[in-house]
Each structure stands twice: as structure tokens, then as C-alpha cells.
């Protein structure tokens, strides 16, 4: 992009898309606030999740959100998640989705689509990167992580505000498992685990990566950190650990922030 372009687009609110295995949803993001402009779009995920199918869809909701007056320019960076390892633009793993997209430059594929800038970024990393520049780990310097608690384990390592990609946390070996077959939100939920003995193997997890890492913060995502006080307040951390704030919106708003950054649209 042009720099002239660039500095057009300074500040300016920006779209971000969030791809799942059952929904792709999109938003216009206030990058100042990390929030969204108006209300988010979804369209459910087509199955088979092929790369053309998916991209079509993309491209039908970054449409929808164009043609509202609150849209960015029409020439502006789109920033998109993807449910698996990305490497520069290139797709590594893909367990939600069709296995077509492995080794796909999802970059290059959906900029080709659009018609413009489209950076894409692994899930959980945008909503870490979300989480702890407009969230739970807003002004935190040092290493936090963000570990989501839904299917997988999923996690992000931001340092000093700075993601460190494709950090999978959710498969380090905990008592000789892999730890999100064991301490996911739907292993409880398989294993009808009372929440007490759902914080036995959460503590035996996040003692093992706090081990590990030594995080001056841990942020708690996914469905069920809204039943944090159900099981947070059983763990003994030296760390402080505390639920995700932004919610649904967290991958919307890391999608776009990490395209801002990446064209340095914002600081």
C-alpha cells in the first residue's frame, strides 16, 4: 500500500472478520477503542468449508459491512482470523475446517478475492492481541497470556503489547496428556466434571505453563469464562488470573488491530 494510502487510513475504523467452524462473522472496529461500529454481521460457515466456498463468504460479509455509512475507505486493509496455524499467510493446520486448506496462502487467496490488503491471523492470537491492548490486559508490560477455554485449549503470548504467533499452549503434555483433551471446556462438559474437579486439572495446567513461562498475567477466555467465579477462585497462582473481557468481539477486533498494526495504522 502507498504511503500517501496509508496515511489516509490513519485512525480510520477498519473491518475485521473472524472465520469459525460454524459462523463467519465480521465488524467495523474503532481501532482508538477496540469496539464495534454498528452492529457485527454472521453468515454460518459452508460445509465443506473449501477455501473458494469460505472466501466467497468473506467476501459477503466484508460486502455488507462496505455498503454501511460507518465503513471504512473501499480501499482499505481487511483484517481476517482463521482457525489454525498461520505462517506467513500460509495456512498450517486446519482441524475446524476442510482439510484443502493446508499449506493455502490465505493471504494471497482472499486479497486476490477482495480486491485489497487482507492480512490473516490465527484466532486465538487475535483475541489475545485484542484482549490485552483493549482488555483484561490493557497497560500489562511483561508476558500475557491469554488461554481460551472452549473445544481446545487455545492460547496467545503477548509481550510488552506484542504478539508472538502461534504460541499452542492448549498441547503442552500435562500428566502424560495432552493438556486440552483433559482441561478444555468440553472435556468437562464430556467427563461431567463437577467444577471442583474441573479446577483439580485447571490448576495442574496453568501450575505447569506458569512453570513454564512465568507470566506476569493469565486471561481467561472462551464460553465459560463467564462462570469464572466458578472455578478462578480455586486456583492457587502466583500469577494473577483474571476472565476475558471483550467477550464474542475479541476475534472481530484482533483481526482488524492486527491489520492496523501491520500497516501501521495505529501505534
Not at 489475545?128 to 497470556?145: I, Q, W
Not at 506458569?210 to 465459560?224: C, D
Not at 471483550?246 to 501491520?262: F, P
Request: aromatic share 6%; charged share 25%.
Amino acid at each position: 500500500m502507498a504511503k500517501k494510502d496509508e496515511k489516509s487510513h490513519k485512525n480510520s475504523p477498519l473491518i475485521g472478520i473472524d472465520i469459525g467452524g460454524t459462523g463467519i462473522k465480521g465488524g467495523i472496529v474503532d481501532i482508538k477503542k477496540g469496539k464495534l461500529l454498528g452492529e457485527r454481521f454472521r453468515v454460518p460457515t459452508p460445509q465443506p468449508a473449501t477455501p473458494e466456498a469460505v472466501a466467497e463468504v468473506v467476501a459477503q460479509v466484508v460486502a455488507e459491512l462496505s455498503s454501511r455509512p460507518e465503513a471504512p475507505a473501499a480501499d482499505s486493509p481487511v483484517g481476517v482470523t482463521f482457525p489454525g496455524i498461520i505462517q506467513h499467510g500460509v495456512v498450517h493446520s486446519a482441524a475446524n475446517v476442510d482439510k484443502e486448506w493446508l499449506n493455502t496462502d490465505i493471504d494471497a487467496l482472499l486479497t486476490k478475492r477482495l480486491g485489497r490488503p487482507v492480512e490473516v491471523i490465527n484466532d486465538a492470537d487475535a483475541a489475545g492481541l485484542a484482549e490485552a491492548r483493549y482488555g483484561a490486559g490493557e497497560g500489562v508490560d511483561g508476558t500475557v497470556l491469554v488461554i481460551t477455554l472452549g473445544t481446545g485449549i487455545g492460547s496467545a503470548f503477548i509481550f510488552d503489547g506484542k504478539l508472538v504467533p502461534n504460541a499452542e499452549l492448549g498441547h503442552l503434555e500435562v500428566d502424560g496428556f495432552d493438556a486440552e483433551s483433559k482441561a478444555s471446556a468440553v472435556a468437562r462438559e464430556r467427563d461431567g466434571l463437577t467444577w471442583d474437579e474441573y479446577s483439580v486439572l485447571l490448576q495442574r495446567y496453568f501450575s505447569h505453563v506458569e512453570f513454564l513461562f512465568s507470566p506476569e498475567l493469565f486471561i481467561v477466555g472462551g464460553g465459560i469464562s463467564k462462570r469464572a467465579d466458578e472455578y478462578l477462585p480455586n486456583l492457587d497462582l502466583r500469577t494473577k488470573i483474571v476472565p476475558a473481557e471483550l467477550r464474542n468481539e475479541a476475534g472481530i477486533v484482533g483481526a482488524a488491530l492486527e491489520i492496523a498494526i501491520k500497516h501501521k495504522l495505529t501505534k
